[in-house]
């Protein structure tokens, strides 16, 4: 269960990926895709370094508002829609969403002279506002959410404990003996939360579940103490890929060369490095929400070149 469910947060699920189309992409992903040309991110710009001039939850600059803002891009995209229209032109609304999506990109980097870098920055932290999907490192709890209330008490985040410690190889009988709970409970966690990420079309769930998965969570005092067994190099292995992008893209490379080879990369990082999929994914995870919120792209060039290019 859970290799498919992280396959499908890190777009690893090979036969998945075969299989489905890209429209239910991760907005972060989109963003990726979608860079601009018209933007040089070797320009320098006067307010990229500066913490103060961008509000810290959405990433506007301050020297403005978000109705100001709104009210331009909407001025902008109706103007341009209604030649559209004198011209003969019929848009269909895939039309109408781009329009919209080109203006709030020209109309931040003007406003604020910022990089490309920054404005994907401000457009992650705005998916949801923007685009209906959540971006991982920009979703928070939120209690009036119906997808994410507790079942049986267990919250998500208590519950993506219990998950990264059974999917790490400690037995499950052994997380409800601490968690106080019945193994019936959590075989119906287990069954409700996977269904709520299945039917979220924002993504919130699924998103969260992999924000929480990459945090160490020893506040949920229950479980601090119990552990998978492992060899000190694994140990070793571990702390080094958390501490060490460099050395997490070279195992990542290599996983995915083993998918290539019709190996199965999983497996051959559990065999030589000693590291199963929960905690391999759980620094993935880790790391994604880290390149999301400090978006850098040539930092992200270049561990990708690492990845693909570390013999």
């Not at 994907?120 to 685009?131: C, F, G, K, P, V």
């Not at 490192?137 to 993506?160: A, C, M, W």
């Not at 769930?205 to 060899?231: H, K």
Request: aromatic fraction near 12%.
């Amino acid at each position: 269960m859970f290799k498919k469910l992280f396959g499908s947060i890190l777009g690893n699920n090979e036969e998945e990926n075969k299989q489905q189309q890209p429209q239910n992409q991760h907005a972060s992903q989109h963003h990726e895709d979608n860079y601009d040309d018209e933007y040089d991110d070797d320009e320098n710009y006067e307010n990229e370094d500066d913490g103060d001039a961008y509000d810290p939850e959405t990433l506007h600059g301050k020297h403005y508002t978000i109705d100001q803002f709104n009210a331009e891009v909407e001025s902008r995209a109706k103007a341009w829609i209604a030649r559209e229209e004198r011209d003969g032109v019929k848009l269909e609304q895939k039309d109408i969403d781009n329009i919209y999506f080109n203006y709030r990109r020209e109309v931040y980097t003007a406003w604020n002279n910022c990089s490309q870098d920054q404005m994907l920055r401000w457009e992650m932290a705005n998916s949801m506002t923007h685009m209906g999907i959540a971006t991982s490192g920009f979703v928070k709890e939120d209690s009036s959410n119906p997808f994410l209330q507790p079942v049986h008490g267990i919250d998500l985040r208590t519950y993506t404990a219990m998950a990264k410690k059974i999917g790490s190889g400690v037995d499950y009988t052994l997380v409800c003996k601490a968690m106080n709970l019945e193994p019936a409970i959590w075989e119906e966690l287990n069954t409700v939360w996977p269904q709520r990420m299945a039917e979220d079309t924002s993504f919130t769930v699924t998103t969260l579940f992999g924000q929480y998965y990459g945090e160490s969570l020893d506040d949920i005092t229950q479980l601090a103490n119990i552990e998978p067994e492992m060899s000190d190099s694994a140990k070793e292995y571990l702390q080094k890929m958390k501490t060490d992008p460099y050395f997490y893209e070279e195992l990542e490379g290599a996983r995915q060369a083993a998918y290539n080879y019709g190996m199965d990369g999983a497996q051959w990082i559990l065999d030589n490095f000693g590291i199963n999929l929960a905690q391999f994914q759980e620094v993935a995870m880790m790391y994604m929400e880290d390149r999301n919120k400090n978006w850098n792209s040539n930092e992200i060039s270049q561990r990708l070149n690492h990845r693909t290019e570390k013999p």
